[in-house]
Structures are given as structure tokens and as C-alpha cells.
């Protein structure tokens, strides 16, 4: 019947690199200079929930997030799509008893449990669930590494949301991209007691977009040819290794070092791209204070907490729950008269400002 509806949702949750993605050899296809190494967050906290439906009846392919009309008409969603639909077509010339969805039009309804506006990444989310529940609809047998490879077209990061715990997106070396795609490196459960602490710096949209950013940092920094040939592949070895052992004060460590490897890349590039402000500034000092502060007290070995920063001002504080309260504690005395945010594996104190 013409009014038949197939629907499908699913959830997909917000990841954090650990070793961060950024430079691509190729645009188009999303193609990275590095590999990187991600914690992606407990889907009770931040995520995407997306549903997918297709019938006859529905007239263009449309997607609202929270609500609102979003523009889809972007090459990387519509080389997303464009693959879905593709891989469908191909099972129902296989298979004369499908039905057939692929020449249906999609619409998509996402709802985000955080402020879309809050400044955090939220497109991995949004591509992971938005491949995935198409997947879903139209039955693909592909296993979440095979998704990865569609879901890396639409952002790069969200290659890494199709999966939970502690994820790697390996670079490849194809230049079709069929071997540039994530796979699990442990399972959430591997190491539970992770906990991401999220202080909101500035809840407004990043002045130079990752794209754009990526792209200055590729062409005129000389610290990011030594980042991309030597920094980045030694500390995706050690950083698998700190997670297989929980090692927490290497992976504390390699952390922080390489959000600031990557932040001074950003500064090396002509002009300059600051993505930390005084705010993320003053979290790296308390978070060092606490740290220095622990390892005072006798018989106490640290690292307690590390951080990072992605694109923007925003700070992702890591640590394990036994040291909630040393690090959250801190964190609240300074900011806690703010409205927060919490969640299970992750928890935000917004905005951590100047003021604050
Ligand atoms: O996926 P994109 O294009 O939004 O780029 C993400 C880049 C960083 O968040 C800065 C690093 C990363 O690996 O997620």
C-alpha cells in the first residue's frame, strides 16, 4: 500500500579524542594525515536520537534536529545518503521480494539531550546515529567498522561514535578510503570507572570550523609535519597500551600532551588559530593544581585528572571515579554556582567563565 511507513531509531553517543584527528589528506572523502583514539561517552549522557522513516508518501528527504529544519543538501550528507541508497538498491536487485525502500524519500527527526548551541561536538553524534538508523531501516548486515566507512564521509569524527568505550580510527592507506575506518580498542567495560568532566568555556559557534581549520594547519604549519610522521603514530601505540593495562597516569599523560601538540599546530599556522581563550587556560591550571595538590599528600601518586580541548575553548576534564570528589569537588567550589549537567560516565559544569 502507498501509505505503508517503515521507521527505525537508534541512539549514538558524543566521543571525546583522546589523540586528536586533524588534517586531511583527503577533503572529499574525509580522509585523515593521522590516525586518533577516542572515550566515547555513556549514552545515558550526551547523544543523538534519531529516527528514520520512508514511504511513498513522503515527499522529499528532509531532517529536524531538536525541532528545527536542517539543510541536508551538503556533500557530506548527501554522499552519506547517496551510499545508503546505494547499498540498498543492491540488495533489492538481489533480492525481488523487498520491498523498495531505496527509491522512498527519508525523514529523519533527531532530538540531542544537550543544548545544540552549547558548543559541543555534536556532529559525530548526529552523523553515527544518522548512518546507523538508515542501516537500520534498510537492514544492512554490516558490522559497526563497515558502517564507520560511510558514517567517516559525513564527519570524520563520528566514525568513531558507531561504537562504545574506547575507539580508534585507523587512517588507512587506500586512496578510496576502504581501509580508513574505526575499530574498538576495549569495551566500555574494560575500564568503567572513566569518568569525562565537561566545563562549557563558551557556549558560542567556534569562529574557525574544523574544515577550515584543518585545511590552514595542513598547509602552512611545519610543527604538524613532525606531529603527523612521528608525535601522533608513537602515541597511538602507547595510548592502546596505557588503555589495555588502565594505565591511568600514561593515559593521562599522552592526553594532555597531545591536546597541546595539537593547539600548538594551531597556533603555527599563518595567521594564527586560537581555539583556547583565558578560560581553557585557567582549567589547565586547576587541573594541574590538582594534580600537584594529590601527589603532596604522602603516599599519594598521581596523575588524578587531564584534559583536553577540541576545536573551541570547551575543556574535557578525564578522571576515575574513585577521585570524583578531589577533582569534581574542586571544579564545583569554583564553578558550581553555574547550571550544570550531569550524567552517568559524563558530567558538564557550563560556563566556566571569566568571571566564574
Ligand atoms: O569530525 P570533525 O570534522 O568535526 O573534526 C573533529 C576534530 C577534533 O574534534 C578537534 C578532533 C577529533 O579527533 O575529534
Known sequence: ASDEVYRASTFAPVNIAVIKYWGKRDPKLNLPTNSSLSVTLSQDDLRTHTTASCSPSIPHDSLTLNGSDQDISGARTQACLHELRTQRQQLEDGDSTLPKLAAMKLKLVSENNFPTAAGLASSAAGFAAL??????????????????????????????SLMGGYVAWEKGVEADGSDSVAYEVAPAH????????????????????????????????????????????????????????????????LTRKDSNNFHACCLDTDPPIFYMNDTSRCAVRIC????????????????VCTYTFDAGPNAVVYYLAD????????????????????????QTVKRMNDAG
Open 131 to 160: 548512518v546507523r538508523v538508515i542501516a537500520d531501516l534498510y537492514a544492512f548486515p554490516l558490522t559497526p567498522t563497515q558502517l564507520s566507512r560511510i558514517a567517516r564521509q559525513g564527519s570524520g569524527s563520528a566514525c568513531r
Open 190 to 253: 574494560h575500564w568503567p570507572d572513566m569518568r569525562a568532566l565537561i566545563l562549557v568555556a563558551s557556549a558560542e559557534k567556534k569562529d574557525v570550523s574544523s574544515t577550515a581549520g584543518m585545511q590552514q594547519t595542513v598547509a602552512s604549519s611545519a610543527l604538524f609535519e613532525q606531529r603527523v610522521k612521528e608525535v601522533v603514530p608513537k602515541r597511538m601505540r602507547a595510548m592502546e597500551k596505557a588503555i589495555h593495562e588502565r594505565d591511568f597516569a600514561a593515559f593521562a599523560a
Open 288 to 303: 594541574e593544581a590538582i594534580n600537584a595538590n594529590h601527589e603532596a599528600s604522602a603516599g599519594k601518586e598521581g596523575p
Open 323 to 346: 577521585n570524583e570528589e578531589e577533582v569534581v569537588g574542586v571544579f564545583k567550589s569554583i564553578v558550581g554556582d553555574k547550571t550544570g549537567w550531569e550524567g552517568k560516565r559524563g
